[in-house]
C-alpha cells in the first residue's frame, strides 16, 4: 500500500511508533499554529519570512536527493548491501516528504506581509510579483503533484505509462530551481543540487545505453 510518503511502513514496536506519531503531531501542530498566526497577523515578518524560506529550501533539498537517488536505482553505483526495494522505499519516503514541504511551502505563502493569492499561488502567470519565479514555484508543484498522482493510480494506468509519467519529476526539479534563483536566493545549494542530480541523469543514460548495446550485439 502506497501512502503520502511512499510504501506503507512495516509496523514497528508500540513504543517507538507512538514517540514518532507523537513528534509528527507536535511538529504539524507548531506549523499549523505559525500558520494561523501568520494569517492573523500576529506572528513577527522576520519569522514568516523564515518559514517561507526554509521550507521551500529544505523541500528543494529533499527533492533533489529524490531525483538523485531515483536516477541511480537499477545502476551499480548505489551500495550494494540495499536491496533494489529499499532503495525504492527510501525514495518514496523522500519524495513524499519533498512533495509535503512545497505544499507548507505553499501554504506559508498565502499568509504574512507578502502574502500572495490562491489564484496567484496556483496558477503559473496571474502573479503580480516576481511573474516568472511564482510561475516556475507553481510549476514545479503541480508536476510533482501530478507524478505523486500518477504513481498511486500505476495499476490502473500501467507500469510503462507510469513510469514515463515519473519523468516529470525532472522538469518539476528544474522549475523548482528557476523558482528559488529567480526570486533571489541563489547559491551553492542550488548549484550543487543541480550537479548531482545532472550527473545521476548521465550515468543512467550511460547504462541504460550499454544495455541497449548489449541487446543489438546478442540479437
Known sequence: MTTLLGPKRRKRPNGTQTLA????????????LAWGMAYKG???????????????????????????????????LLPA??????????????????????????AFSLVGPRALS?????????SSVQTYSMAAGSLALWLLAAVYVTYT???????RVSRVLHLLA????????????????PGP???????????ALAARLLVLRSAGERRSQAA
Open 42 to 76: 500576529t506572528l513577527a515578518e522576520g519569522w514568516s519570512r523564515s518559514l517561507v524560506l526554509q521550507t521551500g529550501q529544505f523541500g528543494y533539498l529533499l527533492l533533489a536527493a529524490s531525483c538523485t537517488l531515483g536516477a541511480l536505482i537499477g545502476t551499480r
Open 21 to 32: 506519531d507523537l513528534l509528527t503531531g507536535l511538529l504539524l501542530g507548531l506549523l499549523v
Open 189 to 199: 545549494l542550488y548549484v550543487l543540487s543541480s550537479l548531482a542530480v545532472g550527473l
Open 153 to 159: 493510480l500505476r495499476a490502473r494506468l500501467g507500469m
Open 118 to 126: 490562491v489564484s496567484a499561488a496556483l496558477v503559473p502567470g496571474l
Open 170 to 185: 525532472y522538469p518539476a526539479f528544474a522549475a523548482a530551481t528557476l523558482h528559488a534563483v529567480w526570486v533571489g536566493h
Open 81 to 106: 548491501v540495499f536491496s533494489r526495494s529499499l532503495k525504492t522505499g527510501w525514495h518514496g519516503v523522500i519524495s513524499g516528504f519533498a512533495l509535503t514541504l512545497g505544499l507548507i511551502h505553499g
